[in-house]
């Protein structure tokens, strides 16, 4: 090989620094972009709630900007033929679901046999299914799920039609000098499985197939022939690199039996993802775990590839985190923090949404909110006072009450009990003393001040419960399964502000019924018209209600008490005039405030699954303590000086269904 000699002098050629990034080298003119297609359905015309779904918030890390909302196809329940539908989204369109493409101008053409709406939320709905409850789209993930096209082959108004399919061109004004890739997101009300989906490259007449790794377990809905049919759905594997104009999407024909034994397979799709940067489409989620627990960071991410990836927890880089998932083999407190990912190829660089490892730790805070119970014979039920007030003495100018709680309607004061069996009397009797002027309309609720009451699981306003009501008297309602059994109202105008005794006894039967005592007297009586539940196992709560149809209390409270069986009247009779305890072998609580809230702790957890123990020695032996909800409150008088908590080592997976 002859070797090239330059001469010297004016011929000598000139030398030019030039610095072209590698990043340049490969891209070219190229514009990056990210497009996400969602389709909707028409149910049958109607509109609010089933209708239509535009995209309204980020979805699958694409802004709400990247998505176009595909006219809506019908539901072909109806006497109208379905037939392809056709849009064209270019630089300009910015109505009817519609955004602007970054460039270029593509020309959509889709059908399917059939549209309809689904439940499916993915991750951002609750599992085992990750349905949403309604029948209405919700912004997000949710709102791309909602609306999907149906194979006509596993269920629908029609049967054995071709699957759906996606025709796509002008690809590459959009993407001028690169490849991109392509996700799916399939969804459906009818569904066991999803079958996979075929990328074509209509210009170099080649086909790629992406599946849906898992799935999580549909919520089955008992379909005709008595097949398994459910909701569910998920996101699809990334296609390799296309480069192609032209782009043909279609589904796999779809596998169906029926009988007991059968499944229902189906090729469905909500909506489809092309990019050629990168994506997170699946964040990794947020995980609670135990000490020593294994948890895997799993989240989804396509791109075309090369793909580069780095985990950072709390801001910074993990060191030798580079692959997709991110593995914790024993979780301690140095490892929870926030996680998230970053991922980077030759078009661009992404970020994960943050998730949240957190350790679970029995945790201990001490305070002087813990007001004693002082009744002689039985467990103490000992109150946790949230901002209520201990006044030293009270007096109207003819009554005086020493040791009262002061509450305030507009602080949401409380004091809470925890329920107790020894609470969950067929009859008994509920007395208490109180003082105020009236309830605070200001306050937050719709009506009354709540007193005394025990939370119901049945609709607002039906509550186990004593309430001032806003004309002065006393309320009472008991609850039922379908609603009320017995509510009564005193004739006794108790907001004067002056202090009264309160007394309801009650007998839960059909045959049985309620009284209302006012300053020892009976004042007024109700027959029930069935029998009825007094929120079995619900805590007790004072001066304010979990139910936000009743207001707070704004007044003044002292002895409050519950005994398990009715007193007679001149039992409370002698209460009001002598202050007498009366049958202390009934007396289940007294809260009578005689010193200010003293000193006790809180042990508090997060794992729903975890069992407090406890121990009057260190080393045991440990007991698991019934009934004990975090948090637990320890006043300074338990027997108990010890306390751990046990649960069950667990491989926690952020997504644990990989879709």
């Known amino acids: 090989m002859k070797r090239l000699v330059l001469n010297a002098g004016k011929n000598r050629p000139k030398q030019i620094a030039c610095t072209v990034s590698l990043a340049a080298l490969m891209l070219g003119a190229s514009h990056g972009a990210t497009i996400g297609f969602n389709f909707q359905c028409n149910y049958n015309g109607l509109t609010g709630s089933y209708s239509g779904a535009y995209v309204t918030a980020s979805a699958f890390g694409i802004n709400t ?25 270019d630089t300009t369109t910015s109505a009817g679901g519609l955004n602007p493409l970054p460039n270029g101008s593509l020309n959509v053409t889709w059908f399917g046999s059939s549209a309809n709406v689904s439940g499916f939320g993915g991750y951002e709905a609750n599992p085992p299914h990750y349905t949403f409850g309604g029948n209405s789209y919700k912004p997000g993930e949710e709102q791309v799920y909602w609306g999907f096209l149906r194979d006509g082959v596993n269920y629908g108004p029609v049967a054995d039609q071709p699957g759906w399919n996606v025709d796509i061109t002008g690809l590459k004004s959009v993407f001028t000098n690169s490849s991109f890739v392509v996700e799916m997101i399939g969804a459906g009300d009818s569904i066991w499985s999803l079958t996979n989906v075929f990328v074509v490259d209509a210009t170099l007449s080649s086909t790629q197939s992406v599946i849906y790794p898992n799935l999580p377990p549909v919520a089955n809905q008992n ?147 813990f007001v004693a119970d002082s009744n002689p014979a039985n467990a103490p039920r000992v109150g946790i006072n949230s901002n209520a007030t201990w006044v030293a003495s009270s007096s109207d100018g003819t009554k005086s009450r020493s040791g009262v709680m002061q509450f305030v309607a507009t ?37 009354g001040a709540a007193l005394f009451g025990r939370p119901s699981s049945s609709s607002s ?15 009472f309602n008991a609850p039922n399964n379908s609603g009320s059994a017995n509510s009564i109202y005193s004739v006794a105008n108790v907001s004067d502000n002056n202090w009264h005794l309160v007394a309801l006894t009650f007998d839960q039967s059909a045959t049985g019924g309620v009284a209302f005592y006012i300053d020892g007297v009976l004042d007024a009586t109700n027959a029930n018209t069935s029998s009825w539940s007094s929120s079995v196992g619900k805590l007790i709560e004072l001066g304010s209600s979990s139910d936000t149809i009743w207001r707070a209390y704004d007044g003044l ?35 009578n405030f005689d010193a200010a809230p003293g000193w006790g702790f809180a042990l508090s957890w997060l794992m729903s699954d975890a069992v407090l123990q406890s121990a009057p020695n260190v080393q045991g032996p440990y007991s698991d303590v019934i009934a004990a909800p975090s948090p637990y409150n320890v ?18 997976t952020s997504n644990p269904y990989l879709m």
């Not at 078009?347 to 909110?369: H, M, P």
């Not at 509550?463 to 309320?475: R, T």
């Open 65 to 89: 900007n990247g998505w176009q909302s595909l006219t809506q196809m019908g539901t072909g329940y109806s006497t109208t033929v379905i037939t392809p539908l056709m849009e064209i989204i």
């Open 223 to 369: 379909g005709p022939d008595s097949f398994p049919r459910g909701i569910g759905g998920g996101l699809s594997t990334a296609s390799g690199p296309v480069n192609t104009d032209h782009l043909q999407l279609m589904s796999n024909q779809a596998q169906h039996a029926t009988g007991s034994s059968g499944f229902n397979n189906a090729g469905e799709v909500a909506g489809f993802i092309i990019t050629d940067k990168p994506v997170v489409t699946m964040s990794p989620q947020p995980v609670l775990g135990g000490p020593g627990d294994a948890v895997t960071l799993n989240p989804y991410a396509i791109g075309v590839p090369p793909l580069a990836y780095q985990w950072h927890l709390n801001g910074a880089e993990v060191p030798d985190a580079t692959n997709l998932s991110y593995s914790i083999a024993s979780l301690s407190p140095g490892q929870a923090g926030n996680y998230e990912l970053v991922v980077t190829n030759n078009y661009g660089s992404t970020t994960s949404r943050v998730a949240t490892v957190t350790e679970d730790l029995l945790s201990l805070t001490g305070g002087t909110n």
């Open 557 to 591: 409270m002292d002895d409050v008490r519950f005994y398990s069986r009715k007193l007679s009247d001149s039992e409370i009779a002698s209460v009001y005039n002598t202050g007498a305890l009366v049958d202390t072998a009934n007396l289940q609580m007294q809260l």
């Open 635 to 652: 006043t300074s008088n338990s027997g108990q000086k010890f306390y751990r908590y046990r649960f069950t080592h667990q491989v926690l």
């Open 461 to 475: 306003g039906n509550d186990f419960i004593l309430v001032q009501a806003d004309g002065g008297n006393i309320y």
């Open 411 to 447: 602080n949401g004061n409380l004091i809470t009990i925890a329920g107790t069996t020894n609470f969950d009397v067929s009859s008994g009797t509920i007395m208490f003393w109180m003082r105020s002027a009236g309830t605070d309309p200001n306050a937050p609720g719709l009506t």
